[in-house]
């Protein structure tokens, strides 16, 4: 008796426990405010993990130092004696043509655009030819560039206002030319300071990759990352310091594997001092 009620009584215990830690486990998952706030603890510390090595440029914010205008000084006397021949890689004539050639480089490279445009710019070479061709005429030309249709349509309609609005001359000022169809910030400010050499600093996705990683700026967004690099740049070098990032990031400082190790400026770049 003594032994059946040992076992009775244990296997009482086993089974009360039991019952009871389902009971506080269905609880727990059961309960929509307890699971909230453990989605939130999560979040907070998955935000607050230590993961430099996995890091955007938009995470390099915790970086001690800031770029002095003599450090700045250095980093453009080393890129420029590196990059002597850095210029704008797109092939053109003209502003149109530049105009053109840039709407057709968004999410494109420009090997690419420069593929289709040394055939394009022979057969249609000015605004003119340009009015005469139908949306699906331009298609069929640029067929090879990602978004073809959309900025066959866009580069159509540009068209149409440069010759209502403009007397056919891609105008000299960004408010003007972002007024245009197909025409952001960034293709303005590269038809600026290219075409027509006036000072201006297009961000770009390898501005923004270099320019972020090394220090010069320290934002997440393009028209801060331009802000931040105009005050930090001199007026004088924004048109060459352009080149010379772009030129940085698509032989260097690329996005998924930089040759950090063959870096000229590694000892002044907030990541390259972390590897």
């Known amino acids: 008796m003594i032994q059946c009620a040992q076992f009775v009584d244990r296997k009482g215990i086993q089974l009360f426990n039991k019952n009871a830690k389902e009971n506080k486990n269905t609880e727990k998952m059961s309960s929509p405010k307890k699971i909230k706030e453990l989605q939130k603890n999560k979040e907070r510390k998955d935000k607050n993990e230590d993961t430099d090595e996995n890091r955007e440029p938009k995470d390099i914010k915790d970086a001690k130092d800031t770029k002095d205008p003599e450090e700045i000084n250095k980093i453009f006397d080393i890129l420029d004696k590196t990059y002597p021949n850095a210029h704008c890689e797109l092939n053109y004539k003209t502003p149109f043509q530049l105009l053109v050639s840039t709407i057709l480089s968004a999410q494109s490279t420009d090997k690419t655009v420069n593929k289709v445009t040394d055939r394009l710019f022979v057969k249609y070479p000015s605004l003119n030819e340009f009015l005469q061709l139908s949306e699906e005429e331009l298609e069929k030309e640029i067929r090879e560039i990602g978004l073809y249709r959309n900025k066959a349509k866009n580069i159509l309609n540009m068209c ?114 972390k590897i």
């Open 160 to 273: 149409r206002e440069l010759a209502a609005r403009f007397n056919g001359q891609v105008p000299q000022n960004r408010d003007d030319l972002m007024s245009l169809p197909g025409v952001g910030r960034k293709t303005a400010n590269v038809v600026l300071s290219n075409a027509f050499g006036i000072p201006a600093l297009a961000v770009d996705t390898h501005v923004f990759r270099v320019s972020n990683r090394i220090g010069l700026a320290n934002s997440d967004t393009v028209e801060k990352t331009e802000e931040q690099l105009m005050e930090a740049i001199p007026k004088e070098k924004w048109i060459k310091a352009h080149h010379w990032l772009i030129w940085h990031g698509r032989r260097i400082c690329h996005a998924r594997k930089p040759k950090c190790h063959e870096c000229p400026i590694k000892m002044y770049c907030n990541m390259g001092r």
